[in-house]
């Protein structure tokens, strides 16, 4: 009635996403806004030589975690992307996915975000970077290799040459 703020808090949301902007009627009614945000790696039928589209996007990936940057194979065997969650605790990781056999391979990351991966044309190699305490490292990763080699300090491989034996 006074409209000034009494007596101790009281939690009446609860559940995932973030509540917020919330409003008050004069007889108690409450409306506010529940978020829920997520981004997934998409897919759609492309005849480049035509520059047309052809079917219904699909997701490739259905998690809660956000994934951007994508990177795909030439024949679209496997794409390559990084994936976040959390925020007390971050998550930060790379994933292949083989789109053939549906297997998730998973590299997570020893720093903080932005990873930028990269997969060559043919599927058989992947990079990312890795921001540690003393600058970015960039891997290579070739075949089942879980473990990878560091290539470069404070660079980043922005992609591969055609005969994916080369990064540039």
């Not at 609860?14 to 409003?23: K, N, Q, V």
């Not at 897919?43 to 052809?54: F, I, K, M, W, Y």
């Not at 490739?60 to 007390?88: C, N, W």
């Amino acid at each position: 009635k006074t409209f000034q703020v009494s007596g101790p808090s009281q939690r009446i949301t609860s559940g995932a996403g973030t509540h917020y902007l919330a409003s008050v009627s004069r007889d108690g009614h409450i409306v506010f806004s529940n978020m829920n945000w997520t981004s997934n790696v998409w897919s759609l039928a492309a005849d480049p030589d035509r520059g047309t589209v052809s079917g219904v996007p699909g997701p490739l990936t259905r998690d809660l975690m956000v994934k951007f940057r994508p990177s795909l194979t030439r024949d679209g065997s496997k794409v390559a992307f990084e994936a976040f969650g959390g925020i007390q605790v971050h998550r930060d990781e790379v994933r292949v996915l083989d789109l053939v056999t549906g297997r998730e391979t998973t590299f997570p990351s020893r720093g903080t975000p932005y990873m930028t991966p990269c997969i060559s044309p043919d599927g058989s190699t992947f990079a990312y970077s890795d921001n540690l305490a003393d600058g970015i490292h960039t891997f290579v990763f070739s075949g089942d290799d879980s473990s990878g080699r560091e290539i470069c300090r404070d660079c980043r491989i922005l992609g591969f040459d055609s005969a994916a034996k080369n990064a540039f």
